[in-house]
């Protein structure tokens, strides 16, 4: 296919990098098998601990040279770098969409992050400010400064296998970082892509090597990285049940870590909204990427008086869905990641028939003409309460549950009430709702939209949620301190030593 052509793929790769040089990798090979048609479209030879003191040690040497660098010209180089992803979106774009199996339009969509992130990351190394404070001592000057931390670890998953690595990245670079990447072993070829990408602007700018680093590998090498105390930070995107063994062991040494978790996202409906504005935001958060974002709808808490009719609406929604090549443009619906995403997708239907849920739209795996990966599944509705095992957990399908509320209370309270918090929103035409939903007593996700749907989000806002999603933030606003270690610098300029508190010291 060309586009792998022009993003360097070859049917052998390399899996470990430090920049524009590849590691000889000694690890085991990896195939990627597209879940669009099940076929090989390349293989990785992962890093192993020997690969990977190798690529620590160059990271190393280049954190010495690029903190040095003035983050205005850091800046230019993440500014060369959007301008690469444009002249490379298309071929980037059908790459996530054909090795993750999103809709051509969302893997677009995803380069199309990467060139927004590195646009705000630019404006942001003229912007690292710190602040001043007066000190009770005379002739004293106060003030913070901010330092870049070393080296930042990277562990992204495969639903969004290169939008959240630029996330960190951008904003890890212009901070003065050097960043190491483990991307999802289900979708390494992207990574490599990227790599090739970021290579060809740190060749024409002397970079210096080991400023961008790649390793190929599953979770032993994510092991190496939360246990090794030469990484300052570690961001890692995934499930809970891993970010929860990761932030024990970066915890263990006093690391620092930014996790993104598990969601299970809902949106309330109440009898004061727009349905057909609602539907669209429903149906797109529920079976976009087929549902495996952490964005994804998973829950429509819908009010007792409109209940009926919109749970119409998704019906006659659901039946007109086309499923298919994610590549082709009249498709909604693309394949899940692997046949164990099937799986699990079928395992949780049977749960929910299990403790109780009905299901308005039956769910099943597709097969026949264009369906041969075995990936592709329907999306489906359950009627549920929200305390079902089932519910309490993130299943990453287009599986949607619909539950009934009686008051905006309630409703809040059936929002809040799962282990997760990342994203969440309300439709209402309502004030009084809108504004109790965003208060104190409202949504407790990081995440709280009026109007639009929990999926999708834009790099301006600092993104990441609260409870088992793991507290982390990513992307904009004031995210770039996590990147940094912050210090408080006190210049006397006087001719005398006067202490803090008016304590004295004579002798």
């Known amino acids: 296919m060309e586009f792998l052509q022009q993003l360097g793929i070859k049917a052998e790769n390399e899996g470990v990098s430090t920049g524009s040089q590849w590691i000889k990798s000694t690890g085991k090979k990896v195939g990627s098998f597209s879940p669009v048609d099940g076929k090989l479209i390349g293989s990785v030879i992962s890093g192993d601990g020997n690969n990977y003191e190798e690529m620590i040690a160059k990271a190393g040497e280049a954190f010495k040279e690029w903190r040095m660098w003035p983050a205005p010209k850091r800046g230019e180089i993440v500014r060369q770098f959007g301008d690469a992803l444009r002249h490379y979106k298309e071929p980037l774009g059908k790459l996530v969409s054909y090795e993750m199996g999103k809709s051509l339009q969302e893997g677009l969509g995803e380069v199309q992050e990467m060139i927004d992130i590195c646009d705000f990351a630019v404006g942001l190394s003229r912007q690292l400010y710190g602040l001043t404070m007066h000190s009770e001592r005379p002739l004293h000057r106060m003030y913070e400064q901010w330092h870049p931390m070393g080296i930042v670890g990277i562990i992204s998953a495969f639903n969004f296998p290169v939008a959240v690595w630029s996330w960190n990245t951008a904003l890890a670079w212009v901070c003065g970082n050097v960043c190491i990447w483990k991307p999802s072993e289900k979708t390494p070829l992207c990574g490599i892509a990227c790599q090739n990408i970021i290579a060809e602007v740190f060749a024409k700018n002397n970079v210096p090597e080991g400023v961008s680093c790649l390793i190929q590998g599953d979770r032993e090498v994510g092991e190496l990285i939360s246990n090794d105390t030469r990484i300052p930070l570690v961001s890692a995107t995934g499930s809970t049940r891993m970010g929860k063994a990761l932030s024990a062991a970066v915890a263990a040494r006093l690391g620092r870590s930014i996790l993104e978790l598990g969601g299970n996202n809902a949106i309330i409906i109440s009898q004061h909204a727009d349905l057909d504005m609602s539907l669209i935001g429903a149906v797109f ?24 009719s919109f749970k119409e609406k998704l019906v006659k929604a659901y039946q007109q869905l086309s499923i298919g090549d994610p590549l082709d443009s009249k ?3 693309g394949p899940l990641i692997d046949t164990d995403a099937v799986k699990m997708y079928l ?28 990936c592709y599944v329907k999306p489906c509705i ?45 439709m209402t035409l309502n004030l009084r709702e809108s504004e109790l939903f965003l208060s104190q007593a409202g949504s407790d996700c990081g995440i709280a939209n009026v109007n639009i749907g929990t999926s999708g989000a834009e790099i301006s806002g600092a993104f990441g949620g609260e409870k ?31 202490l803090a508190q008016g304590i004295q010291f004579n002798f």
């Open 331 to 333: 498709n909604h619906v």
């Open 468 to 498: 088992e999603t793991g507290g982390g933030r990513e992307s904009g606003s004031d995210a770039w301190k996590a990147y940094m270690r912050r210090q408080t610098n006190t210049i006397n300029y006087g001719s005398t030593l006067p």
């Open 285 to 308: 958060g529920a079976v976009g990427t087929a549902g495996q974002r952490c964005t994804s709808t998973r829950r429509l808490i819908i009010h007792e008086s409109v209940y009926n």
């Open 347 to 374: 395992d949780s239907i049977a749960k929910c028939k299990e403790q109780g849920g009905h299901f308005v739209v039956e769910g099943g795996v597709l097969d026949g003409a264009g369906f041969e990966s075995g």
């Open 382 to 426: 359950a009627e549920v309460t929200n305390d079902l095992a089932i519910v309490q957990h993130e299943t990453f399908a287009p599986i949607l549950y619909l539950i009934k509320y009686k008051t905006i209370e309630e409703a809040i309270a059936l929002q809040n009430g799962v282990p997760q918090g990342l994203s969440s929103a309300i």
